[in-house]
C-alpha cells in the first residue's frame, strides 16, 4: 500500500513511502527457525494470574525472544508474541513544528508497553552507507536508517511502518529494544513510562553520524546534545562541543596543521599556543570558535587571518621591532570578533566544527593560503627595517602607498599608512 501523507493526513508535503508491518530482506532470505533453535519457556497459565501467561516472569521475556506459536505452554494466552500479533499502541501521525512528523499516542501507554516495530528493509551495513550517502546527495533531509545488529540495519525510507515517524528527543519517552522474534533480530519502539495520550512519541536515535549535513536538534530537552547523532563518536571525532568547563579541546589540540615540513605552519602552531597563554580563560574557548566559525564563512582565509597571522608575527620578532602596539591592536581588533561571537552562539552547546574536507585538503588549503599571508607581513617589515639608509626605507615605504596590495593587513599591522612613511 503506498501512503501519501498528502492525500491522507495533510495538504503539506507529498511525502510517499510504502507502509509495511514485517521487514522486508533485501540481501538475503528470511530466516526460517529451526525447530532445535526454538525457544520454550516453562510458564503455566493460571487464570487468576494473568501475568502467568509469560509476562515478566517468563525466561523467555528475560532474554527478549518472543514465544514461538504452537509452542509455547501458555498456547493462546501467551503474552509475550507482541511483535508476531502487531499489539500496538495507539498512535497517530501529527505534523510538528520543525521537526517534519511526528507521532503521538492516541492513548494512555504503560511504562514498558510495547509501542510499535520499526519495520523497514533489511540491507548489509554497507549497503545502509551507500545508501545514506545516496539520499543524502539527493538532498532527502529526514534519516531513515537505524542499525540493526553489527552487519545489518533497517532502511525505512522508502518501506516502512509508522515507526520511522518518530522524532528524536534527547530526554525520550520511549526506547528501542532488540527482539528476537522466530530467530530473526527485530527492533521495537517501548515507553519508557507511562504516557498520557495526546503526547509526542519519542526516543534517543543515538545513532552513528556518517559525516553528512549536522542537523540541529530541536527537541527542546533541558541537555539538549544540541544535534542529532551529536553522541556518537563519528561527530564527536568531527565536532567539538564546548561547554564552559571543558577544556579537552584547547587550541593547540585543534589538528589544523601538523606537517613538519611546513616552516611557517610549526611556527604558527606555537604562536597559538603562546597566544592562548596569554588570554587564559574563556576567551580560549570564544577565540577557538571564533576560528573555526571562520574556516567555515565564505571567505575564510581573510578572517582567519585576522587570528592566526597576527600571533605569528609576535612569535617570529625581528630585531629592532617593537611589537607591543601591534599586539594590542589586533587583540582588541579579536575582541570585536569575540563580540560578535558571543551574540552568535550561545556558550553552552556551541558548535566548533572542523573543517569538513577530508584532513588532506584542509592541511594543503589552510597552511598554503596561511603561509602566504604571513609572508606578506614578514616581507614588508623586513624589507623596511633591514634597509640600512633613510633614504631606502622611505623608497619601500612610498612604493608600498603606491602599489600596496595587502594595505588591509598593512594597516592592522603599522597602524595608518600616513604614520609609517
Ligand atoms: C526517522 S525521521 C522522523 C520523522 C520525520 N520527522 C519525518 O517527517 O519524516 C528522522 C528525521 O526527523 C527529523 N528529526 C527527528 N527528530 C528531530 C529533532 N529532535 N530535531 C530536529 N529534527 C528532528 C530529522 O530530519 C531526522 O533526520
Same mark, same amino acid.
Given at each position: 500500500m503506498i501512503i501519501s501523507n498528502q492525500d491522507q493526513y495533510t495538504d503539506d508535503g507529498p511525502l510517499q513511502y510504502i507502509h509495511i508491518e514485517q521487514n522486508e530482506f533485501m540481501h538475503r532470505k528470511h530466516k526460517k527457525q529451526k525447530e532445535e533453535d526454538i525457544a520454550i519457556c516453562n510458564c503455566n497459565y493460571n487464570i487468576s494470574d494473568p501475568d502467568s501467561a509469560c509476562g515478566d516472569r517468563c525466561l523467555n521475556v528475560f532474554t527478549s525472544t518472543e514465544c514461538t506459536p504452537g509452542y509455547?505452554?501458555?498456547?493462546?494466552?501467551?503474552?509475550?508474541?507482541?511483535?508476531?500479533?502487531?499489539?500496538n499502541a495507539? $498512535?497517530? !501521525?501529527?505534523?510538528?513544528?520543525? =521537526?517534519? +512528523?511526528? %507521532? &503521538?499516542?492516541?492513548?494512555?501507554?504503560?511504562?514498558?508497553?510495547?509501542?510499535?516495530?520499526?519495520?523497514?528493509?533489511?540491507?548489509?551495513?554497507?549497503?545502509?552507507?551507500?545508501?545514506?550517502?545516496?539520499?543524502?546527495?539527493?538532498?532527502?533531509?529526514?534519516?531513515?536508517?537505524?542499525?540493526?545488529?553489527?552487519?545489518?540495519?533497517?532502511?525505512?525510507?522508502?518501506?516502512?511502518?509508522?515507526?520511522?515517524?518518530?522524532?528524536? $528527543?534527547? !530526554?525520550?519517552?520511549?526506547?528501542? =529494544?532488540? +527482539?528476537? %522474534? &522466530?530467530?530473526?533480530?527485530?527492533?521495537?519502539i517501548f515507553s519508557k513510562q507511562d504516557i498520557p495520550v495526546g503526547t509526542e512519541l519519542a526516543y534517543d536515535y543515538n545513532f552513528e553520524w556518517y559525516g553528512g549535513a549536522k542537523v540541529r536538534c530541536l527537541c527542546g530537552a533541558p541537555f539538549c546534545s544540541g544535534f542529532l547523532g551529536a553522541k556518537s563518536r563519528g561527530f564527536?571525532?568531527?565536532?567539538?562541543?564546548?561547554?564552559?568547563?571543558?577544556?579537552?579541546?584547547?587550541?593547540?589540540?585543534?589538528?589544523?596543521?601538523?606537517?613538519?615540513?611546513?616552516?611557517?605552519?610549526?611556527?604558527?602552531?606555537?604562536?597559538?599556543?603562546?597566544?592562548?597563554?596569554?588570554?587564559?580563560?574563556?576567551?580560549?574557548?570564544?577565540?577557538?570558535?571564533r576560528m573555526n566559525d571562520n574556516m567555515e564563512s565564505k571567505h575564510p582565509l581573510q578572517s582567519t587571518a585576522l587570528v592566526v597571522v597576527e600571533p605569528l608575527n609576535l612569535a617570529v620578532p625581528m630585531e629592532g621591532v617593537v611589537m607591543h602596539e601591534t599586539k594590542t591592536e589586533v587583540n582588541k581588533e579579536r575582541n570585536?570578533?569575540?563580540?560578535?561571537?558571543?551574540?552568535?552562539?550561545?556558550?553552552?552547546?556551541?558548535?566548533?566544527?572542523?573543517?569538513?574536507?577530508?584532513?588532506?585538503?584542509?592541511?594543503?588549503?589552510?597552511?598554503?593560503?596561511?603561509?602566504?599571508?604571513?609572508?606578506?607581513?614578514?616581507?614588508?617589515?623586513r624589507v623596511a627595517q633591514l634597509l640600512s639608509s633613510q633614504e631606502a626605507?622611505?623608497?619601500?615605504y612610498n612604493y608600498e602607498v603606491k602599489y600596496c596590495c595587502f594595505c588591509h593587513t598593512l594597516s592592522c599591522i603599522h597602524g595608518p599608512k600616513s604614520n609609517s612613511s
Open positions: 509455547c505452554p501458555c498456547g493462546s494466552y501467551c503474552k509475550n508474541q507482541r511483535f508476531q500479533k502487531c499489539e495507539k $498512535s497517530k !501521525l501529527v505534523k510538528t513544528e520543525g =521537526r517534519g +512528523w511526528g %507521532v &503521538l499516542a492516541d492513548e494512555n501507554i504503560k511504562a514498558g508497553q510495547f509501542i510499535i516495530e520499526y519495520c523497514g528493509e533489511v540491507i548489509s551495513r554497507k549497503e545502509a552507507r551507500r545508501r545514506s550517502h545516496a539520499y543524502e546527495s539527493q538532498g532527502l533531509l529526514d534519516a531513515y536508517i537505524i542499525s540493526l545488529n553489527s552487519h545489518e540495519s533497517i532502511d525505512a525510507t522508502k518501506k516502512g511502518s509508522l515507526a520511522r515517524f518518530i522524532n528524536h $528527543s534527547c !530526554l525520550p519517552n520511549c526506547v528501542t =529494544r532488540k +527482539w528476537t %522474534v &522466530l530467530g530473526e533480530i527485530r527492533v521495537g564527536q571525532e568531527d565536532t567539538y562541543l564546548w561547554e564552559d568547563d571543558d577544556d579537552r579541546y584547547s587550541i593547540e589540540n585543534i589538528p589544523t596543521y601538523d606537517s613538519e615540513e611546513d616552516e611557517p605552519t610549526s611556527k604558527l602552531a606555537t604562536t597559538m599556543e603562546s597566544s592562548k597563554l596569554d588570554c587564559n580563560t574563556d576567551e580560549n574557548h570564544d577565540m577557538s570558535m570585536l570578533h569575540l563580540h560578535d561571537t558571543d551574540q552568535t552562539f550561545g556558550h553552552k552547546n556551541a558548535i566548533v566544527p572542523r573543517i569538513k574536507m577530508p584532513l588532506s585538503n584542509k592541511k594543503s588549503n589552510y597552511s598554503g593560503k596561511l603561509k602566504q599571508h604571513a609572508q606578506k607581513d614578514v616581507d614588508a617589515k626605507r622611505e623608497e619601500v
